[in-house]
């Protein structure tokens, strides 16, 4: 569930970065009308703040194996622990 939170974070940023770019900010304007009364240059901060949320979203999902210790009898393993 966090990674499909963190893709829809990530294109909302892109959104919303791609609004303060001055190619795409008339073609924004045109369907977010309240993006008009922003900075560009905050605009284009807060896109990026939301692109790096997303990423930690995404990536903060992942979990390590714990590592697992042979268990010896003599010379034969006889089993693993997980440490």
């Known amino acids: 569930m966090k990674k499909i939170l963190g893709y829809i974070v990530i294109l909302a940023g892109l959104i919303v970065f791609a609004a303060g770019t001055k190619f795409l900010s ?17 605009l284009m901060v807060v896109g990026i703040v939301a692109i790096l949320v997303g990423i ?25 622990r997980r440490n």
């Open 26 to 42: 008339a073609v924004a304007v045109k369907y977010f009308p309240s993006l008009s009364g922003i900075n560009s240059y905050i």
């Open 56 to 80: 930690l979203f995404i990536s903060g999902g992942k979990t390590k194996q714990p590592k697992e210790v042979p268990i010896y009898h003599g010379k034969n393993i006889v089993g693993y």
